[in-house]
């Protein structure tokens, strides 16, 4: 049976609204070049769809199909592919048993999807399964350990610290990216070509975004695993809430989020 992988994010609104603001543009930028109309593209881990969308308008015509482990944020996918006129599937499958056929897709893509699940390595086997020989397996995830920020805040290493221990617990790497070279390597790639790239914020309106969506998002699933298993308290969430707070209203507030990237030829 497939591992019964725990999402550390969860799906409320404020960790999908914030997916929803990803695009191919700042989020898959290193598989763009290889698109082109006519290839046949799946999305694994889609989300609310907003870089599934952008994919799919291009390689349009190419049949483009989004999947989720559940379908709470498949509703806003489908509402805004069809408000943007773009032909998208999506649907609920299990990244360890797809249900497609062997080589079904010219491109299979992962976004932020390793870091969240026990065995990326057979995540990973199981794109490649589903991709055609010739054809690209794309993941992109971040790497907590390296997020680094400015102003320094004791209150912000503390969330950091406690995400990750969190996110361990659930049996994940929230230290993904620099290990996708490893994980690909592990699962059979042999033409692998590795890169990076990064977010960075710090504009007023970026670090209140950000900034805003982690003061509340801390109080979310996150937050809800750590005052379940004693990693917190009541008192060091609202702290870590306020932190960010303070970190977005911050005139010099400044902060990286690097990722490690990956195309494979499967």
Same mark, same amino acid.
């Given at each position: 049976?497939? #591992? ?18 990803? $695009? ?12 082109? #109309? $006519? ?8 989300? #609310? ?12 015509? $190419? ?13 806003? %996918? ?31 893509? %992962? ?60 049996? %994940? ?79 010099? $507030? ?13």
């Amino acid at each position: 049976m497939p #591992p019964r992988d725990v999402y550390t994010h969860g799906h409320s609104q404020v960790v999908v609204g914030n997916h929803a603001a990803r $695009g191919a543009a700042n989020s898959a930028a290193y598989l763009l070049p290889l698109l082109r #109309p $006519g290839l046949d593209l799946l999305d694994v881990g889609c989300g #609310p769809g907003s870089i599934t969308i952008d994919l799919a308008a291009a390689v349009a015509p $190419g049949r483009v199909r989004g999947v989720e482990i559940t379908e709470d944020p498949l509703g806003a %996918a489908r509402a805004s592919a069809a408000e943007r006129g773009v032909a998208v599937e999506f649907a609920v499958d299990d990244a360890y048993a797809l249900t497609d056929p062997d080589d079904a897709y010219d491109v299979t893509h %992962a976004h932020q999807v390793l870091q969240h699940v026990s065995d990326p390595v057979a995540v990973l086997r199981e794109m490649r399964r589903v991709t055609r020989p010739g054809g690209v397996v794309a993941v992109r995830d971040a790497d907590y350990a390296a997020f680094t920020w400015y102003p320094a805040d004791e209150r912000l290493d503390a969330w950091l610290e406690l995400y990750r221990a969190v996110a361990r617990g659930n049996d %994940a790497e929230p230290d993904a990216g620099r290990r996708l070279l490893a994980w690909a390597h592990e699962a059979g790639f042999d033409e692998v070509t590795p890169s990076a790239s990064v977010w960075c914020y710090a504009t007023p309106e970026d670090r209140a975004r950000w900034g805003g969506m982690w003061a509340e998002r801390i109080h979310s699933a996150v937050g809800r695993a750590a005052l379940e298993r004693g990693l917190a308290t009541a008192d060091d969430l609202a702290a870590i809430s306020q932190a960010w707070r303070d970190w977005a209203a911050h005139p010099d $507030g400044w902060i990286l989020i690097p990722h490690g990237e990956l195309l494979a030829r499967a």
